[in-house]
């Protein structure tokens, strides 16, 4: 199956009959069948039953026009299921369903999976949608409860298998408020999609990429990038994958839990870029409280390291802020074989580092517990720093032992403060007040 196959309708055949309106609320369940098409969806309407949608059935929706699946308390449920089958001597015959707009020039709007609402689509196109959206920008939309009151569990309302979102006039995927994709999707492609507006691909929220599927195609897109945005102080577990584009992060990323409760953590793969927006405080919050602690693993190699950079057509240091540790398991952060580019923004700390700007750093790693222990070991190693902005590189954020040493395993570029690494304040007995060695530096 390929996504050209899938936008040519493959070996279904052209309707031939008047086709079928349907422009009232579905609340019993219907078959669609290929010969009554095609199906039309001339204004906006809600599936409140199930909705089943056969191979070849072609379904299109007049301008403007949402489709919503379910809602926050009734149940709903698409599934629009193409063929594909191989012949005795390996052709490979497709028969996908195919929704499109009445008029290709006039989009429609969005077809949403509310909380309560499933989509399942298998051998399938969605094409030239995303326009105007109510709830949030995205032809295809999986909508979760908002605000984490459902006990920040993610529902995973969508469901994909071979299909194509291609032509959107905005984001062509959208995972809104902890809603994702099941663990058995597979083969999404997102083609020639977005705006100037909304240019990104694929937008999700912190705690969702991970339902994403393993075969991501993200490509000619006006954006080929996956957006992370949220205004949630909050997100779960998390595990950024490389799909061959980047992460475009647009706003502060706290990586924590939304109450009291086990740590969180964000892991990401290998090969994976992340970039910032230029925007306030645009970084990487590790934990809020010593209850609500956060674990960040990004874990590169030498052939495919992580890149953590600015998202700026034309970057400079301190375009964003960094990364900063604030309550974290000791043992639990682990950072190699990564690059830092055009962080050290103005962070609004200070007391740890090594002048004016102390605590504007590409990486700020504080203290934990009542004695304000440091890591025993260096946990960011293996790394490249440039085009860093502030006082220091790496703030040496706790109070006690001249150890770990970050510099001696890390490399710095030229331009990059030049103290690299702060040393931590000496305790009270250790060589003098609280705030001695804060003015040392390693590297």
């Known amino acids: 199956v390929t996504p050209e196959l899938l936008a040519g309708r493959g070996s279904c055949p052209e309707p031939s009959g008047p086709g079928v309106d349907h422009t009232a609320d579905i609340t019993a369940d219907e078959t669609w069948a290929a010969a009554d098409g095609p199906h039309r969806i001339p204004n906006s309407i809600a599936i409140e039953a199930t909705v089943s949608v056969e191979a070849c059935a072609i379904v299109l929706l007049g301008a403007d026009v949402y489709v919503a699946v379910g809602d926050d308390d009734v149940t709903g449920r698409l599934v629009a299921t193409g063929e594909v089958t191989t012949d005795a001597d390996g052709t490979v015959d497709v028969r996908p369903v195919h929704f499109d707009a009445i008029d290709p020039t006039q989009p429609w709007a969005q077809i949403s999976a509310e909380p309560m609402g499933t989509i399942e689509l298998s ?32 529902i995973r309302n969508g469901t994909v298998d071979r299909v194509l979102v291609s032509d959107a006039v905005g984001h062509a995927v959208n995972l809104d408020g902890y809603a994702g994709f099941t663990e058995d999707s597979a083969q999404l492609w997102i083609l020639r999609s977005g705006s100037d507006d909304e240019p990104a691909a694929v937008r999700v929220e ?78 990487i919050y590790v934990g809020t409280s010593e209850q609500r602690l956060g674990n960040l693993v990004a874990d590169g190699t030498a052939e ?19 990364i900063y540790f604030r309550y974290y398991e000791l043992a639990a952060p682990s950072i190699s074989h990564a690059r830092f580019e055009y962080a050290g923004g103005d962070s609004g700390y200070s007391g740890f580092g090594c002048s004016e700007s102390d605590n504007d750093s590409a990486i700020i790693i504080e203290g934990q517990g009542e004695d304000d222990a440091g890591p025993a070991e260096a946990f960011v190693h293996d790394c490249e720093f440039d085009e860093i902005a502030g006082g220091t590189v790496i703030v040496s954020g706790w109070s006690g ?19 690299r690494v702060s040393q931590p304040r000496r305790p009270p007995g250790e060589g003098g007040d609280s705030c001695e060695g804060r003015d040392m530096c390693w590297g």
């Open 401 to 419: 032992a001249a150890a770990p040493d970050f510099s001696a395993v890390n490399s710095f570029g030229a331009a990059t403060p030049a103290c």
């Open 123 to 154: 051998v399938a196109a969605l094409m030239h949608g995303g326009s105007a959206p109510i709830n949030a920008p995205g032809a295809l939309l999986l909508r979760g409860v908002a605000g984490g009151t459902n006990g920040g569990a993610v």
């Open 304 to 322: 495919q390291p992580i890149v953590f950079t600015s998202a700026s057509p034309s970057p400079a240091a301190g375009a964003w802020l960094g």
């Open 206 to 283: 912190p705690g969702i990429a991970y339902t994403l599927p393993a075969e991501l195609v993200i490509d000619d897109n006006v954006a080929d990038e996956i957006l992370v945005e949220t205004s949630k102080a909050f997100m779960g577990d998390d595990t950024w994958r490389d799909h061959g584009v980047r992460y475009r992060v647009r706003s502060p990323l706290y990586v924590n839990p939304h109450e009291d409760g086990p740590a969180v953590t964000l892991t990401i793969d290998p090969g994976v870029t992340v970039a910032f927006d230029d925007f306030v405080a645009t970084g």
